[in-house]
């Protein structure tokens, strides 16, 4: 356990949040992640899943509390992993999430996304089996753990707040500033401060009282399942020149075209879809 423990912490510190040893191709694609860590291969809580609204339990939960999304971020730093590009916070107010079907506050750690090689594909959470080009991940810890460490070991340590886009044909403006600095990140490893930064709202989007939720894992290595899973029904817009700048990103080998994990058997989990209504 205590060595499972180390390797997790190591691989998600390593470039904020992912293991290096791991790639969406060839040997070191998902389909040979299990051979190195176990969860990946043999877990019952994996992620990411196909969401069938048919099968989902309708439930309504206590509303989702957002603190400091509606303030403009005073700087974050952007960085190419050579898995992703990941945003994190280095300067200002930390973002924290609260209620719904979380038991506790949970604060921001950092934002992520998924991708694939056209506008037809890329996400990794699918919603009655269709697949979105982008998939923004929002990783939070919670905080009666202490620390980001401690809580991504126990089981409802972490919250992943999930957004899908849709490709459109104008520009989102919300998007101009960061799209503009993908452009300085392209090589693995690169990374740029950006300071004054949109708010959380307008990255995302405030129509977030409809959603799915579940138990799940990590969708990258070591695919911990310590995860609360929160999918928006909401999209948010991209225009495909705006989508593209994700393509043009490089990866360990070449172009990082697509960066999705195939869906996971749900086995006996149940998703819940909350409905204030």
């Known amino acids: 356990?205590?060595?499972?423990?180390?390797?997790?912490?190591?691989?998600?510190?390593?470039?904020?949040?992912?293991?290096q040893d791991f790639g969406y191709d060839g040997t070191i694609?998902?389909?040979?992640?299990?051979?190195?860590?176990?969860?990946?291969?043999?877990?019952?809580?994996?992620?990411?899943?196909?969401?069938?609204?048919?099968?989902v339990i309708v439930q309504k939960f206590p509303p989702l509390i957002f603190k400091n999304f509606d303030e403009p971020l005073e700087s974050v730093h952007l960085k190419n992993n050579g898995?992703?590009?990941?945003v994190s916070i280095s300067g200002g107010a930390v973002p924290s999430i609260s209620g719904g079907p979380l038991a506790g506050t949970y604060n921001f750690s950092q934002l992520h996304f998924h991708w694939?090689?056209?506008?037809?594909?890329?996400?990794?959470?699918?919603?009655?089996?269709q697949s979105f080009p982008l998939e923004l991940h929002m990783v939070m810890f919670k905080?009666?753990?202490?620390?980001?460490?401690?809580?991504?070991?126990?089981t409802d340590g972490l919250a992943v707040l999930s957004f899908l886009y849709i490709a459109t044909s104008e520009d989102n403006e919300n998007y101009e500033q960061f799209a503009e600095q993908l452009l300085l990140v392209q090589d693995v490893g690169s990374s740029v401060d950006i300071n004054g930064f949109v708010s959380l709202d307008d990255f995302t989007t405030t129509d977030r009282n409809h959603y799915f939720t579940y138990r799940g894992s990590l969708t990258t290595p070591p695919c911990s399942e310590v995860v609360i899973w929160i999918e928006f029904k909401n999209t948010i817009k991209l225009s495909h020149n705006q989508l593209q700048e994700f393509r043009e990103l490089s990866g360990q080998e070449g172009k990082l075209e697509h960066n999705f994990r195939p869906i996971q058997p749900l086995h006996d989990r149940v998703v819940y879809m909350n409905s204030p209504e």
């Open 1 to 19: 356990m205590l060595l499972g423990s180390a390797i997790f912490v190591m691989c998600f510190f390593a470039d904020l949040g992912f293991c």
């Open 29 to 55: 694609g998902p389909n040979f992640w299990g051979e190195r860590y176990q969860n990946c291969g043999h877990g019952k809580l994996q992620s990411p899943i196909d969401i069938e609204e048919t099968d």
């Open 83 to 86: 898995h992703t590009v990941v």
């Open 116 to 129: 694939g090689k056209t506008d037809e594909e890329g996400s990794e959470n699918l919603i009655n089996n």
């Open 143 to 154: 905080t009666d753990h202490g620390s980001f460490a401690e809580a991504a070991n126990e």
